[in-house]
């Protein structure tokens, strides 16, 4: 990106703003990530660019969403979205329509935010581009879950779980971690959740001020204080008197080895 703007050349600042911004849009820094929108769409009206324009009006529109303004941020998401696919560009369209899924969600449209993951993943299928099918996954689940199908919840975070295993993808790894712990945790298996989630979060050395990371922290240690708290709860207390009668039979252990 600093080479990009060092070049003033346009179309690379376009390339690097567009590509770098989609990590953006899900590791949490949300200033970062609204002054890049805020470049890629002056950038792409600029120089006429309308797949970038598209793009950040999509990103735009998840910033309004994140910071409260659900319905603006839904009209733009539908509206960048719309935009972007008539340029004839799919790529990234999965991501966009779990962005646009996660609104719906959040304006409690569970059935309309399935529809888009199901379009989500069924594009998967057609062009391949699996990097982001270990969240769609997950965020179905999330569904389900929601819609009291536990099992079903379940069994797509275990699915999400495992495509981001094999992908080496980690913070999907992390995110289905965590929903998976929290469900085990919600219905009582708290050592199954434990042991789920800390090879996973262990595995990081750095990012822990990032979202993702302080939630799986804070569910990791919540599950590692009841551990300690039903082990602290299992050990025999001791009798109140114990002190006296063990000083007791010092004395008489004492005296017996004296009379002899």
Not at 49 to 65: D, I
Not at 161 to 177: D, F, H, T, V
Not at 209 to 237: C, F, I, Q, W
Request: proline share 4%.
């Amino acid at each position: 990106m600093a080479e990009a703007r060092r070049l003033a050349h346009p179309p690379s600042v376009g390339t690097s703003l567009a590509l770098g911004i989609v990590p953006l849009s899900f590791i949490g820094d949300d200033v970062t990530f609204g002054e890049w929108v805020d470049h890629l769409i002056t950038i792409a009206t600029e120089q006429d660019f309308p797949v970038w324009r598209a793009q950040g009006t999509v990103f735009r529109g998840w910033t309004k969403v994140k910071n409260g303004d659900v319905e603006d941020g839904l009209s733009l998401l539908r509206s960048g979205l719309g935009a972007y696919r008539a340029t004839g560009a799919e790529i990234v369209v999965p991501h966009f329509l779990a962005l646009l899924a996660r609104a719906y969600e959040i304006t409690e449209q569970i059935k309309e935010a399935t529809t888009q993951l199901n379009e989500a993943l069924q594009i998967v299928e057609r062009t391949g581009e699996r990097w982001f099918v270990a969240e769609l996954y997950r965020h179905k689940g999330q569904l389900l879950l929601r819609q009291r199908h536990a099992d079903g919840a379940e069994e797509l975070y275990h699915k999400a779980l495992s495509i981001a295993q094999e992908q080496e993808a980690k913070l999907w790894e992390l995110r289905a971690a965590v929903s998976l712990a929290r469900l085990c945790r919600d219905h009582g298996r708290r050592g199954e959740a434990r042991d789920l989630l800390a090879p996973v979060y262990g595995w990081f050395t750095e990012g822990f001020d990032t979202p993702d990371l302080k939630e799986a922290k804070a569910l990791l240690d919540e599950l590692n204080s009841v551990r300690e708290h039903v082990r602290g709860s299992r050990r025999k207390p001791e009798p109140a008197d114990a002190p006296r009668r063990a000083r007791s039979t010092s004395i008489a252990n004492r005296d017996a080895g004296s009379s002899r």
